[in-house]
C-alpha cells in the first residue's frame, strides 16, 4: 500500500464538527486517506454521519468498528490489539479493503506484518493529549527500531505529531503521520492546516 504522508484522524470533540464536515474540510486540504474515530456518539448516531462522510479521491478508514465500516461501505477500518483480529476482518470485509492495526512496541510490529493487514501504525512517538488509554511513548529512537524490525512494510506513526516535529518523523522512518490535533487545533483553518503539513512533507525524501 502506497500511503500518502499525512493521515489525518477525525475527532468531534476536538473539531467541534461533525465526522461529514471533517471530511469535507480535510479533503479540501488535500487529504486523501482519513479515518473516522469516535469515542463517544452512540453506534446509531455515528453510522449516520459515517454513510453521509464520503468525498470523491478519500479513502476513508473506520476505527475500531468492522460492522460499522461494512455497514456504510467504508474502505477499511483500523484494528486495535483488543479489537476483532485482522484473519476475521478481512474474511468480512474481502480482499479490497484496507486494513490497519495499531502496535506500540517493536514485537507487536514484528507480529503484525504477518497478518493480513496494508499497514500497521506504530506509537505513541511522542506524548499525546488526544488519548488517555495510551502504551509507553516510543520516541524517535523507538520509531527507528520498529522501521528497522519490519523492513519496508507500510508504516503510520502516531501520537503527538505535530507540524514541528512531523519531518522528524518521517526521516525516523514512518511512511505517513497520523494526526489530530495538528489539524484541529485552528478549527477555522483546517483546509489550511492541512494542505500546510502536507506541503511540509510531500517532497520530503524521509
Known amino acids: 500500500m502506497q500511503l500518502p504522508r499525512i493521515y489525518p484522524i477525525t475527532d468531534v470533540q476536538l473539531s467541534g464538527l461533525s465526522h461529514p464536515e471533517?471530511?469535507?474540510?480535510?479533503?479540501?486540504?488535500?487529504?486523501?486517506?482519513?479515518?473516522?474515530?469516535?469515542?463517544?456518539?452512540?453506534?446509531?448516531?455515528?453510522?449516520?454521519?459515517?454513510?453521509?462522510?464520503?468525498?470523491?479521491?478519500?479513502?476513508?478508514?473506520?476505527?475500531?468498528?468492522?460492522?460499522?465500516?461494512?455497514?456504510?461501505?467504508?474502505?477499511?477500518?483500523?484494528?486495535?490489539?483488543?479489537?476483532?483480529?485482522?484473519?476475521?476482518?478481512?474474511?468480512?470485509?474481502?480482499?479490497?479493503?484496507?486494513?490497519?492495526?495499531?502496535?506500540?512496541?517493536?514485537?507487536?510490529?514484528?507480529?503484525?506484518?504477518?497478518?493480513?493487514?496494508?499497514?500497521?501504525?506504530?506509537?505513541?512517538?511522542?506524548?499525546?493529549?488526544?488519548?488517555?488509554?495510551t502504551a509507553p511513548v516510543l520516541g524517535l529512537e523507538g520509531l527507528r527500531a520498529v522501521r528497522e524490525a519490519i523492513g519496508r512494510f507500510p508504516l503510520v506513526a502516531i501520537g503527538g505529531i505535530t507540524h514541528a516535529n512531523a519531518r522528524e518523523v518521517i526521516q525516523a522512518g514512518a511512511d505517513s503521520v497520523a494526526v489530530i490535533s495538528a489539524v484541529w487545533s485552528n478549527s477555522g483553518r483546517i483546509p489550511e492546516e492541512t494542505s500546510s503539513l502536507l506541503q511540509h512533507l510531500q517532497d520530503f525524501p524521509g
Open 22 to 133: 471533517q471530511v469535507e474540510l480535510l479533503s479540501r486540504g488535500g487529504a486523501t486517506l482519513i479515518q473516522l474515530r469516535e469515542k463517544h456518539l452512540p453506534v446509531r448516531e455515528f453510522y449516520e454521519q459515517a454513510k453521509i462522510a464520503f468525498q470523491p479521491g478519500v479513502q476513508l478508514i473506520i476505527n475500531d468498528r468492522v460492522d460499522l465500516a461494512l455497514a456504510v461501505g467504508a474502505h477499511g477500518v483500523h484494528l486495535g490489539q483488543d479489537d476483532m483480529p485482522p484473519g476475521a476482518a478481512r474474511n468480512l470485509l474481502g480482499p479490497d479493503a484496507v486494513i490497519g492495526y495499531s502496535t506500540h512496541n517493536v514485537e507487536q510490529a514484528i507480529a503484525a506484518i504477518n497478518l493480513p493487514i496494508d499497514y500497521l501504525a506504530i506509537g505513541p512517538i511522542f506524548a499525546t493529549t488526544t488519548k488517555s488509554d
